[in-house]
């Protein structure tokens, strides 16, 4: 049975036992990396903020800086640490708009009114073979979406926990999530088209 992250967490803390702080960083780097690169698009500068972030995280958990509760979900924990430094990254070169500055977070009628077409497009997001398309066409999403999108999937977080983290409501989430994908299947139909024209004049 594998040991909670509650309890590597303590090993680490109490005991300074790096192996365990080693496991945690094995267990969720794939999922902290690949959010970083969704949101940075350059893999050095996502390897960086990945280093940054755990830097952090170690400095909080020596109490050095920042504080962890014991009772919180770690990974949720590290996600905010990461989201913090990839938005400072990305504002540093104004790269990140917050769509809240014009949306309300409780106005959920704006999603509201959106098509709920998710089904079909989350089924092009986990089906499609074209992963280079995919990723051009995730990069081409509005900044808040294409975050929201990689909580989900890439560190596979809940609404509730994705709502938590960005300061949003779930509804909001959920329709950053919806639009998202309702963008995503537009962009895909249309490379598909163009793949299409090109197969048929060549």
Not at 20 to 32: G, M, S, T, W
Not at 88 to 110: C, M
Not at 181 to 195: E, F, G, P, V, Y
Request: proline content about 2%; overall charge negative.
């Amino acid at each position: 049975m594998f040991p909670a992250d509650e309890d590597l967490v303590i090993q680490y803390v109490e005991k300074g036992d790096e192996k365990a702080f080693r496991i945690l960083i094995d267990r969720h780097q794939e999922r902290v990396f690949g959010y970083l690169l969704g949101m940075v698009r350059d893999r050095e500068t996502a390897n960086d903020l990945f280093q940054e972030t755990f830097l952090k995280v170690i400095s909080a958990l020596s109490n050095e800086r920042g504080s962890y509760t014991v009772q919180g979900k770690f990974l949720g924990w590290v996600l905010r640490i990461a989201r913090n430094a990839a938005l400072d990254y990305l504002r540093s070169r104004k790269k990140w708009t917050d769509v809240s500055s014009s949306y309300a977070e409780d106005d959920v009628d704006y999603w509201d009114r959106l098509p709920d077409e998710s089904p079909s497009a989350d089924l092009l997001v986990h089906r499609s073979e074209q992963a280079d398309v995919l990723k051009m066409c995730i990069d081409a999403l509005p900044a808040e979406q294409r975050e929201v999108l990689l909580l989900r999937h890439e560190a596979d977080m809940t609404f509730k926990e994705i709502a938590d983290l960005t300061g949003c409501s779930i509804n909001t989430a959920l329709g950053r999530m919806r639009y998202a994908l309702i963008n995503l299947r537009r962009q895909l139909t249309a490379q598909s088209k163009m793949d299409l024209t090109e197969v048929a004049q060549s």
